[in-house]
């Protein structure tokens, strides 16, 4: 047990929006078990909210991240390169879509929604990996967050459905690739949830009622059953793990 111990690691967290965010309770949990963190926030409007909990995280870097904005994911890097060296985790937990195409159904939404989409919410992590990788001179872990609709049909998940399955997808790739130099890459899958992210689907609150009707366990999960999930992922317990989507949903996905 004492193999999942994160002391002398270093991570990043991109995604954190507040304190119900997967980001922050995966980010709480490998704070408790040791390891110096890195946050970025999304922009100056987003930034008060953040920036608390990065100080009570202890993140000395703390620095803003617009995906969608060139040059800025490559500055986040800069920085690690310059502070730190290395880098032995990240974390992944950024998605995004136009509310009109993700609340239209597949063959409805424009190439201009669906390619925003893939690039936030696919793509920007192969683009962190790509970065990642020359600082993970002694191997690491890079994980993202995906949902069960990547894998089937979920009412009112629409377009999300096939940008995950894309993620999950790359994820596997990536495993394959990077598992020679000691790179490990993980999907985690939570079940439903009440984020702020997830209140963009139409209709959620019906998709939370039916998963926690349906569960096994008959529980929603929260922020903190991922974080320790996570920081397992991340610890060199989980060295011989790459290429998981990782169900953290009480069950659901062997009935849903």
């Not at 879509?97 to 936030?120: I, K, N, Q, T, W």
């Not at 990788?133 to 191997?139: A, K, S, T, Y």
């Not at 890079?142 to 994820?171: D, I, Q, R, W």
Request: charged residues 25%.
């Amino acid at each position: 047990m004492t193999m999942l111990d994160l002391q002398g690691k270093r991570g990043l967290v991109v995604g954190i929006a507040n304190e119900h965010s997967i980001a922050y309770g995966c980010a709480k949990a490998f704070k408790e078990v040791g390891a110096d963190l890195a946050v970025t926030y999304l922009n100056e409007k987003a930034e008060p909210h953040v920036r608390p909990l990065a100080i009570r995280l202890g993140s000395d870097l703390i620095m803003p991240c617009d995906l969608r904005k060139p040059g800025e994911l490559e500055a986040v890097f800069d920085v690690i390169r310059e502070r730190w060296g290395k880098l032995d985790f990240l974390l992944h937990s950024v998605a995004f879509a136009p509310r009109e195409d993700l609340h239209a159904r597949v063959v409805d939404c424009s190439a201009e929604g669906f390619a925003l989409a893939m690039d936030v919410s696919c793509h920007s992590f192969i683009r962190m990996t790509k970065l990642a990788e020359p600082l993970m001179v002694e191997g690491g872990c890079l994980m993202t967050v995906t949902f069960f609709g990547a894998e089937k049909v979920v009412e009112h998940y629409n377009m999300m459905g096939p940008v995950k399955a894309a993620l999950e997808s790359s994820v596997r790739y990536m495993a394959a690739e990077l598992g020679g130099k000691g790179i490990r890459v993980h999907a985690l899958s939570p079940g439903a949830m009440a984020t702020r992210a997830a209140s963009g689907i139409d209709r959620f609150d019906e998709l939370l009622a039916r998963t926690a009707e349906r569960a096994p366990t008959h529980h929603l999960v929260t922020v903190d059953d991922i974080g320790p999930c996570a920081a397992f992922l991340a610890s060199d317990a989980a060295r011989q793990l790459t290429g998981l989507t990782l169900y953290i949903d009480g069950g659901y996905h062997i009935v849903g």
